[in-house]
């Protein structure tokens, strides 16, 4: 392996490129989500949150993660906005991410994006891209990729999301070290389907039962600083 200097170097160079070809894409994102961006932020100037914490980041099934009671012992900070794509992570991380100096952050997003009919290939790059935004500014911060999560009235979108789960995973390297975390195990039956007893009635989030099974797979990774699958 490199370098840190150099990595950073090269993956600065690749952040400063993708940003000068996305920002036309982001423009919109700006006008959906700011309100909720400056709601956070209002929320760190009157409650400063600490430094190198675990930060929880992405779409609703980070928002709705009641991770103050399922991550009590240890301390973190939740930055989830239901509703949004990889893509507008990306585009705030300059306000919800990097200003936290996060040692960990925790990521999920992706299955919005796929439903609203970007392709594998597009959700690997814009993960990659914020990956890579985080690294060239935060080289010693640890990432974990949720992989993006089978839910029953989506199945239509499973092969898209599979294949983007394996692009993403297939792109770790020794200049990109995030971490794969596999949903598929704790959310998919014998039979290949979502495990229904862990969705809430809409079919789509899940519930107490699946939250309580997600922070069973997510907590021991964090605790421990393993990896989070192959």
Same mark, same amino acid.
């Given at each position: ?6 990595? +950073? ?5 690749? +952040? ?6 996305? +920002? ?16 956070? @932020? ?14 929880? *980041? ?16 240890? *301390? ?57 935004? *985080? ?7 640890? *990432? ?39 949903? @598929? ?46």
């Amino acid at each position: 392996m490199g370098g840190v200097e150099p990595t +950073v170097s090269r993956i600065r160079l690749r +952040v400063a490129v993708l940003a000068g070809l996305m +920002v036309c894409a982001q423009a919109p994102a700006e006008n959906r989500w700011e309100p909720q961006i400056r709601k956070f @932020e209002e929320q760190d100037a009157q409650d400063p949150p600490p430094k190198r914490a675990i930060l929880f *980041v992405g779409s609703s099934t980070i928002a709705l993660w009641n991770t103050r009671k399922c991550f009590a012992d240890l *301390v973190h900070l939740n930055r989830g906005f239901g509703g949004s794509r990889v893509e507008d992570s990306l585009y705030f991380a300059d306000r919800i991410i990097l200003p936290y100096e996060p040692a960990t952050i925790v990521f999920y997003a992706g299955d919005n994006d796929i439903a609203a009919g970007e392709t594998p290939e597009q959700v690997r790059d814009e993960f990659l891209a914020l990956y890579d935004k *985080v690294y060239a500014a935060l080289p010693k911060t640890r *990432v974990l990729f949720l992989s993006i999560k089978p839910s029953p009235i989506r199945m239509k979108f499973w092969p898209a999301a599979t294949r983007a789960n394996e692009l993403i995973r297939d792109a770790r390297s020794d200049e990109r070290p995030f971490e794969y975390v596999a949903l @598929e195990p704790i959310l998919l039956g014998e039979d290949g389907q979502p495990k229904a007893k862990l969705y809430r009635a809409d079919r789509l989030h899940l519930n107490e039962d699946g939250y309580r099974a997600l922070t069973d797979l997510v907590k021991p990774l964090l605790a421990k600083g393993a990896g989070g699958g192959q």
